[in-house]
């Protein structure tokens, strides 16, 4: 079942001879449950591409449907809403709030919503990403390796539609990267969860079952991988 669709997707910034195209006519699907890698040099476009599949910033021209939804026909408000339930993001350097202590990073998407919390959800996710005993701490009190953790929870707290990583193991020593891929490709396997990674790491992407290459803006290069 096709979940992401991105038809002529465009990006350009600044107007005239200053004028910078960021991605240029992109086209790609994604089916439910695949593990994708978006690979490419430093400014290749791969960063502002999932930050737009993530409607997190607004394309010059073209679409991008998740679940059949054309995401930018949707209002700001209803935007925000879409993205806060459907698509879960995790950066290289977390994007924690300071003073929330971890179980209340994981359900700040929720709790936004002034929705109820799912103990028994709540309770699973902790557990996988090994956190049971780290709830009450605030990120300063823990690892960088646990912060990354603790951003993967709050991605999938809402049971997302897709996951968007940019960077996710970054900012780790190699050890604690392999632990965040292992907890990721067990969520893709186990969970059916879609997953999409951005990354410069080959070593990274080729643990994907398929790597989409950019370079200038293009698709290169999109190749199955297992």
Request: net charge neutral; with cysteine.
């Amino acid at each position: 079942m096709e979940i992401l669709r991105v038809e002529n997707l465009c990006k350009t910034y600044g107007k005239g001879d200053t004028q910078v195209t960021a991605v240029n006519k992109v086209n790609f699907s994604v089916q439910k449950g695949e593990f994708i890698a978006i690979t490419g040099m430093s400014g290749s476009g791969k960063s502002t591409l999932m930050h737009m599949l993530g409607g997190v910033d607004i394309p010059t021209s073209g679409k991008v449907f998740i679940e059949g939804t054309d995401i930018y026909s949707l209002n700001e408000n209803k935007l925000a809403i879409f993205r806060r339930r459907q698509v879960g993001l995790i950066y290289q350097f977390y994007n924690l709030i300071p003073i929330l202590n971890v179980e209340e990073n994981i359900t700040m998407p929720i709790l936004l919503d002034g929705r109820r919390v799912a103990r028994k959800r709540l309770t699973e996710l902790v557990n996988r990403l090994g956190l049971a005993d780290r709830v009450n701490h605030l990120p300063n009190q823990l690892s960088g390796g646990q912060q990354q953790r603790v951003s993967i929870g709050r991605a999938l707290i809402y049971d997302p539609a897709i996951i968007l990583a940019d960077e996710p193991t970054g900012n780790l020593d190699s050890k604690n990267s392999q632990e965040i891929m292992d907890h990721l490709k067990y969520l893709n396997l186990e969970y059916k969860q879609t997953l999409i990674i951005i990354t410069h790491d080959m070593d990274i992407a080729m643990q994907a079952s398929r790597i989409i290459t950019i370079e200038d803006g293009q698709i290169v290069s999109d190749e199955v991988t297992a």
